[in-house]
């Protein structure tokens, strides 16, 4: 008898160790490390994963393991150790590890069933099995493992007749179509036909057609092909010699879009350069991180689309990152061009069953590129290439929740791996990527000048100040209106941006300045002008704004800043002949809805695109001469090391929208703080100097490149709880940690206060720790063996976010 050690589905401390199973006989086939499982837990049953199969157990009076949830490993060897790594390394429970290196739909809401693979019919498969599938083409698991054929419906999903597929409980509508086809064999068609009398011509005609081509096909064709109605089809089928079956189409997020195939472009000499290397590091089969330093438009993704034709001609696959808001319809119909179906589409826009049908692809090796969104990473690949993270300095590349793990350090982890480069893309690099590029860490290669040498857009920036100071006080510069005017005129668009993140929609007094608070979190409510309520994007609360302001009863209270629906109102009044189209999470949020607003645009239906950050990338349309950022500042004042960062690399990018084709453009930036060098030097493109600057201020302040950070956040109902929790942390670290560590703490976090849980936090600064990892899990141990109630501790080694 054979033993499964198995992970259960339990986020906490005391399941987070493998448990033994029995494997039963009739399972032994199937059960294999990397198969998801249903075991009995106590009086419970849970999923689990089969992290390894033993001969023995040090245990005694092990349990069977009930039933497989997989024929097929779900995890490959390669995962199960990139699992392994991942908790290690985020100090995550390792089913939580496990969960995200997969998509949605492997999870236990969804409904599972076998279902024929496509042209495949019930006949084609080996007694008895074709009984089961006759009806609807489809088995439900559970039925399945019943009916004691899982070792036979395994060989039909090796042989592609049959595929396990998730389908989604909830009744979502699918696409059904109903396929027609024989239910007999070709020796009773054979005799069917002999017997059929001389005056029914057509049943004889379809039944010939049947004898020809056995496969199940869409009534429609059938009837051109066959030559015949729907009353012979019907006929037969009430003689039990045609069936019907109802099959979900494929779904196929672009099946509906033509990709225009392209070839690869004579490379500039920049590029060549740039390529080189990289093409060397593929050919060596060597690891080696690339920094790819280019602004927009300097043909980094042309130096990525050669990179992946070099590694599919080796026989390899590729992975491409990129951000979740940059993976517009322009950039996949890029991949898609050049690589057709061998490419594979993840992103949060798909549907559930999208995103698994995408993922199979890639499992079933069909596919030879992924591009995808943060998770994209754990795309299951078994011979990669290549990996290339485009925008690498993007926020977006690191999870928030456990696991808290940076696609980067993946990225990195599973190129050393398989001996392939991982690129990383930027026109900004984040700063610890570019100080690594510095040190030789990581293999710089420039690609210094825009495509046909087209010079950046102009930029000015407009002291918002001084328009208040010259009695001013729209939400538009003087200068900034003028220039709107003259696009309408010329009938050229202009990209209107405004940085939402940050307070930009808050009520305030204008008589003593008292803003309206969410009552339960440290944070100010946003005003929403379309339900004219206030809103707290943390907790959810709502409420009214108020009529007399709460502390000195004055009327003047109203809601300031500027949302995009304000913005959209103002340009309403002041440019009433200007056709606007905005892109918020408010009008983007059905699916699609992202592709068609910018698709209008595109087409010249529009002539200001409005938005927040999600205009902010991959945009690219000839007719686009003027982008204005309305305010440059909302997110330089968030308490966060990163910010000045963030500032310059949105600003700069926002800038690379304009004048990008024949038409020159122009970028206007409004700000309160324009002589802050972010904005200055976004102003003028120079991302070398914004690096120095900023370097001898993380230097002076003891903050990333030249520390590691880890925070701890303590939450609690009561105050004193959290603070005394927090406070005993920050001693037990003190007194583990070296001298030259700085341990920050206990400080009240940023947003001090979420859903009335009080928020603490202990911040550690250091070079060199190498206890740290083992210190961090022995604080987490003490308070998930012995829980306080109520009380929630959490680690995040290497935080993007500090709030
Ligand atoms: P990036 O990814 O750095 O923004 P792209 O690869 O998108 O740059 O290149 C910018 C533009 O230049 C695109 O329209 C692209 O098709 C074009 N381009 C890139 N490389 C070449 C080349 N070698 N020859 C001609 N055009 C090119
Ligand atoms: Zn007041
Ligand atoms: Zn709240």
């Known amino acids: 008898m054979k033993v499964a050690s198995v992970i259960v589905d339990v986020p906490a401390k005391q399941t987070d160790k493998p448990f033994d199973y029995l494997i039963p006989d ?26 390894q199969i033993k001969a023995e157990s040090e245990f005694q009076k092990l349990r069977e393991i009930a039933e497989p949830m997989d024929l097929m490993p779900v995890l490959n060897k390669e995962l199960l150790v990139l699992g392994d790594w991942l908790t290690e390394h985020t100090l995550s429970f390792q089913i939580l590890a496990f969960q995200a290196m997969l998509p949605a739909a492997l999870k236990a809401k969804y409904e599972k069933v076998i279902r024929l693979a496509a042209g495949v019919s019930p006949e084609m498969l080996a007694d008895p099995l074709p009984s089961f599938f006759r009806k609807n083409g489809k088995v439900a698991w559970e039925d399945a493992l019943k009916s004691n054929l899982a070792a036979m419906l395994q060989v039909e999903v090796t042989k592609a007749h049959l595929e396990v597929v998730y389908e989604v409980k909830e009744r979502v509508k699918k696409k059904q179509q109903k396929y027609i086809y024989p239910l007999l064999q070709k020796s009773e068609l ?39 109605s729907s009353s012979t089809v019907n006929v037969l089928m009430k003689k039990n010699i045609l069936g019907e079956i109802e099959r979900e189409v494929y779904r196929d997020p672009f099946a509906d879009r033509e990709f225009k ?175 690594r590029a510095q040190k030789g860490v990581y293999h710089l ?86 339900s004219e309520q206030m809103k707290c994007h943390y907790c959810g609360f709502e409420g009214w704004v108020p009529a007399n302001c709460p502390e000195c009863a ?64 991959g945009l690219d349309f000839p007719n686009i001469t003027l982008v204005g950022v309305l305010s440059a500042d909302t997110m330089l004042h968030l308490p966060d090391f990163r910010s000045s960062e963030k500032t310059f690399q949105l600003l700069t990018q926002v800038s690379g929208r304009a004048g990008r084709h024949e038409l020159p453009g122009e970028v206007i930036i409004q700000t309160y703080t324009p002589e802050h060098y972010s904005v200055q030097l976004a102003g003028k493109q120079d991302y070398d100097l914004f690096y120095q600057q900023e370097m001898q201020m993380r230097k002076l302040h003891k903050y990333p490149p030249f520390y590691y950070i880890s925070l701890i956040t303590v939450s609690h109902e009561q105050l004193m709880t959290a603070v005394s929790v927090t406070e005993k942390i920050t001693n037990f670290i003190r007194s583990r940690l070296s001298d030259q560590t700085i341990i ?50 959490s680690v995040d080694v290497n935080p993007f976010i500090l709030l």
Request: with cysteine; charged share 25%; hydrophobic share 35%.
């Open 261 to 435: 195939r392209t070839s690869p472009l004579p490379l500039t000499p920049d590029q060549k350069k740039a390529m080189a290397p990289i093409l060397a590091s593929i050919e060596e089969q060597r690891h080696e991180v690339f920094l790819l330093y280019g602004v927009t438009g300097s043909g980094k993704t042309e130096v990525y689309l050669q990179s992946i034709q070099a590694v599919i001609e080796k026989g390899k696959e590729a992975i491409v990152l990129v951000p979740e808001i940059a993976l517009t319809p322009q950039m996949v119909t890029r991949f898609k061009g050049r690589f057709g179906d061998k490419v594979a589409v993840l992103h949060s826009g798909l549907s559930a069953g999208e995103k698994y049908d995408e993922w199979r692809k890639i499992q079933r090796k069909e596919v030879k590129v992924a591009v995808g969104a943060r998770s994209a990473i754990f795309a299951p690949f078994e011979n990669l290439g290549i990996i290339i993270i485009d925008e690498e300095h993007e926020t977006s590349y690191k999870q928030e929740e456990m696991p808290r793990y940076h696609a980067r350090d993946v990225a990195i982890k599973r190129g050393n791996t398989y001996n392939c480069p991982v690129v990383l893309g930027s026109a900004t690099p984040a700063l610890e990527s570019f100080a």
């Open 744 to 793: 920050l703490g206990p400080v009240a976090s940023s947003i001090s206060r979420i859903n009335n849980r009080y928020r603490y936090q202990c911040l550690i600064k250091y070079k060199r720790e190498p206890d740290l990892s083992r210190t961090l899990k022995q604080v987490l141990d003490v308070y998930q063996k012995n829980p306080i109630h109520g009380l929630q501790v």
């Open 554 to 617: 004055s009327e003047h209270i109203r809601y300031f800043g500027t949302g995009t629906q304000k913005v959209e109102a103002e340009l309403g009044k002041v440019l009433p002949e200007a056709r606007v189209i905005r892109m918020d999470v408010d009008t983007t949020g059905r699916k699609g809805a992202h592709e068609r607003l910018l698709s209008e645009f595109q087409e010249g239906k529009a002539d200001i695109l409005l938005g927040t950050q999600m205009i902010a990338k």
């Open 190 to 228: 054979e005799a069917m036909v002999a017997q059929i009398p001389a005056r029914a011509e057509k049943q004889r005609q379809l039944l010939n057609f049947f004898l020809e081509h056995p496969q199940p096909i869409e009534p429609k064709t059938l009837y051109a092909l066959a030559g015949v």
């Open 445 to 530: 290669l420039p690609l210094p000048n825009r495509m046909n040498n087209k010079e950046f857009p102009p930029v000015q920036i407009v002291d918002m100040r001084e328009e208040l100071r010259a009695g001013n006080r729209s939400i538009f510069s003087n200068v900034l209106m003028e220039k709107l005017k003259e696009r309408l005129e010329k009938k050229e668009q202009t990209v209107l941006f405004l940085n939402k993140r940050g307070h930009s929609s808050f009520v305030m007094c204008r008589d003593c300045g008292y803003v309206v608070n969410c009552p339960n979190c440290d944070i100010s409510l946003t005003y929403h002008s379309k």
């Open 26 to 51: 009739k399972w032994k086939e199937i059960i294999k490390p990397g198969v998801r499982v249903i075991v009995p837990f106590g009086p419970r049953k849970l999923q689990g994963f089969v992290v």
